[in-house]
């Protein structure tokens, strides 16, 4: 048995394609739809009612592209929305939070545990609870870094600005006894060098998106569920809004032969 239909993966911008990119590595041979939220982001600095409709409408849209399941490419989606979104689509949907605690929690030696995150991210403690509730004896030290998903965006990681508010922001964690950072945002993957530049090669980076992914290659696999398609899969990534700066920072990230890329009004969704 198999199921032909493409994955679906939301996320408020550019982030998302950090998971994008790895389900292209694990799962070559999937159809790939992917939306972000350009016209709206940042989520990070909104409301849990907000995010919620926001990622209410991006759900909408995947599941008229018939998406077989959906990842919530996004820890602010996942911390406000996907709890009361899980009780109005039957659809499956993954988010990033669960898998990357999980992973943190099993690598940390020293049971101190960083976690950078957007505000809303950060306040909800989505992550000190799942990593506590692995091990109760775990030190998590969230930092909100919304200021990093603008370096991102506005392709400005390596501006003076960018380097200031990074070493500030990640100085705490300087610390040697903190053994472990979860990049809780998305977007934070693509500031890799630039975190490494501060805190060094010993910090182990947690990188939810790669964790979430192979927990749903594992689920599709027990569930019959993925493609029987031996060639490559097409890749279709749609965004609300900023589609040229999309399209140039999609491309240089993901850096592979893109099917589509188009811009989406979500009007007909809602
Ligand atoms: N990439 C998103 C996350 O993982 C959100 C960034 C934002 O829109 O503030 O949280």
Redesign the pocket.
């Given at each position: 048995m198999s199921d032909k239909r493409p994955i679906g993966l939301l996320?408020?911008?550019l982030?998302?394609l950090t998971v994008t990119k790895e389900v292209i590595k694990q799962m070559p041979n999937e159809d790939i739809v992917f939306i972000g939220d350009e016209a709206r982001?940042?989520?990070?600095?909104k409301t849990k009612e907000q995010i919620t409709e926001y990622t209410r409408e991006l759900v909408k849209y995947l599941i008229s592209q018939d998406v077989k399941v959906i990842i919530y490419?996004?820890?602010?989606?996942?911390a406000n929305a996907l709890p009361t979104l899980k009780n109005e689509f039957s659809i499956p949907m993954f988010g990033?939070i669960q898998p990357g605690a999980v992973a943190a929690s099993l690598s940390t030696k020293t049971k101190y545990v960083g976690v950078i995150?957007?505000e809303?991210?950060i306040n909800s403690k989505s992550y000190s609870k799942a990593i506590e509730a692995n091990d109760p004896e775990i030190k998590v030290l969230g930092i909100a870094a919304?200021k990093f998903?603008s370096f991102v965006e506005n392709d400005e990681a390596d501006s003076d600005d960018a380097k200031k508010n990074i070493a500030e922001t990640l100085a705490p964690y300087k610390d040697p006894k903190y053994d472990t950072l979860v990049l809780?945002?998305?977007?934070f993957p693509m500031l890799k060098p630039q975190i490494r530049e501060v805190l060094g090669n010993k910090i182990n980076l947690v990188d939810s998106g790669v964790e979430t992914v192979s927990y749903v290659k594992d689920y599709l696999e027990a569930n019959y569920l993925l493609t029987d398609n031996n060639k490559n899969g097409s890749i279709k990534l749609h965004a609300t809004g900023g589609i040229k700066e999309f399209k140039r920072l999609a491309k240089d990230w993901l850096n592979i032969p893109v099917d589509e890329i188009s811009l989406v009004n979500l009007g007909d969704n809602k």
């Open positions: 996320d408020s911008g982030g998302g982001m940042p989520y990070g600095v490419a996004c820890n602010t989606a996942t990033v995150g957007t809303a991210t919304q998903v809780g945002c998305t977007h």
